[in-house]
């Protein structure tokens, strides 16, 4: 006759092996809930391996792997040759009573805060939800792209690195690291710089980059030129650092430099934030006579140039212009990149490349906010560095994503001839698309998610001389695209119409 300990595990236990968690997991964790309901109580035998096997219809050995994940978890104790018993661990943290008339809300978590914090209007999310099929962005890469099983192998390689583990168990290192050798021979070879390790900071993201170096840069008040239209995070970013945002006049040869020399005077500009190989978010390139226009105005009147050069890797006519970084002589640039946009999101990093003595300061703060970083990841980055496999990703991916470029460019020849004006750019991932008409980009969008497209608000741009989308390509095929025009036309002739 079966025990009752037997009955309540038939009636209770189910588990389905198409399910990504193992089924000795699933039935783990149904023991436990059934220990925690008291359905089972402390001190109560349960069966052996073997019964167990027949009662639940799996392979011992998932029987075995059930009750050591219980033992483990410190739920029951093995005994050997007598059996396995239930245990309930102790609770140690003593319940504060409560006392008062607010006893019946002491036990659950409140909504607000009982004290004043500071709240920060700039950091307010621009993250929108939607149920649409397609989705637009600001010029993303296709992540369908990443060779998944290439580097599940490389993952698995770096993980079992004896050096690595070595590494991941010091609190500090003595010696520069792999990886920002690595990072210095591919920047050395792909950007035209003579750098060393001690001049690169290597961070998370570029906008973890960008807030590190605002922090030491930027105090209350400071004076930071951007472009008329820029990037709504880095704009951001100095703004919660307290500095003063000034915008800047952006043509088709990039940043207006004439015109900070005509309205602003020496030492009254703390920094200028320039993307200079592509504008966000207009593409356009800032010009070889206006990028030495600028490292001699920064010298002459004391300011830092940020060069952002968010997508150098996405070239795909000509050769790609060397930063400004490259040319500089007197320390004034601090430039910031990405390394590994082809891959996985949590394969890719952040890097700044400045004058020693600020990457020293920089990384002080670093440690404040990131002391150990992603170790596997920059042993996997700088592993395909050494071997190549970044650059050939790079050139592979972007033979793709010209060919989308370019149907994308001949879709909306076809669909908006007389509606839209653009350029199509030499690289990137966006097409600055202006409309000929004004219309509201507010109804356009509500529109378009009507036809199953979302246009988050961070690529509309509307004001009194503007009208225009940043229009993220990347992460479409050419089938998608198609679809996405026509579903884009049809709201323009709905909003037109209107």
Partial sequence: ????????????????????????VQVAQQI???????????????PGTRTLSNLLTIHRNTAVAIYDELASQGWVDIVANKGTFVLEPEKTTAKITATGKSVNQAYSYPREAGFPFQESF????????????FVMNDGKPDLRLHPTHQFS????????????????????????????????????????FHIHPNHILSTRSTEMS??????????????????????????????????????????????????????FIKNSIRCVYV??????????????????????????YGFAIIEDDYDYDFQFEGSAMLPMATADADGMVIYLGKMGQSLFTSFQSGFVVAPENLISEANNYLSLLDEQGDLIQQQMLA????????YRLV???????????????????????????????????????????????????????????????????????????????GHLNEEELETIVIKLKRAYDNVATL
């Avoid at 309540?8 to 588990?15: T, V, W």
């Avoid at 993250?127 to 099929?133: D, F, G, K, L, W």
């Fill in 32 to 46: 436990i809930n059934a220990i925690q309901r008291g359905y089972i109580s402390k001190g109560h035998k349960l």
């Fill in 1 to 24: 006759m079966d025990s009752p300990v037997n009955n309540i595990l038939k009636q209770l236990i189910s588990f389905d092996k198409s399910l990504v968690r193992p089924v000795y």
């Fill in 122 to 133: 700039h950091l307010a999310s621009t993250v929108q939800e939607t149920t649409a099929t």
């Fill in 395 to 473: 050139k592979k991916n972007n033979l793709i994503y010209k060919q989308r470029c370019n149907y994308l460019c001949e879709q909306l020849k076809h669909y908006f001839e007389d509606i839209v004006a653009f350029k199509k750019p030499s690289g990137g991932l966006a097409i600055w698309l202006q409309f000929r008409k004004t219309i509201s980009l507010v109804r356009l969008a509500e529109e378009a998610e009507k036809n199953n497209l979302f246009l988050p608000k961070t690529i509309l741009y509307q004001d009194k001389s503007t009208c225009a989308i940043r229009l993220g390509y």
């Fill in 275 to 300: 993307c200079s190989h592509r504008h966000y978010p207009t593409t356009e390139t800032l010009n070889a006579e206006r990028r030495l226009q600028l490292l001699q105005l920064a010298k002459s």
């Fill in 210 to 263: 960008l807030y590190i170096v605002s922090q030491l840069l930027i105090k209350q008040n400071d004076v930071v030129l951007v472009g008329q239209l820029s990037h709504y995070a880095s704009n951001t970013i100095f703004q919660e650092a307290g500095a003063t945002i000034k915008t800047i006049p952006v043509d088709e040869h990039g940043l207006n430099v004439e015109y900070i020399k005509k309205h």
């Fill in 383 to 390: 592993e395909l560095i050494s071997e190549g496999e970044i």
């Fill in 153 to 192: 192998r490389w993952y698995s390689a770096a993980m079992k690195r004896k050096s690595l583990m070595h590494h991941w168990n010091r609190s500090t290192a003595s010696t520069t690291s792999n990886f920002k050798t690595q990072l210095c021979n591919y920047l050395n070879a792909t950007r035209g």
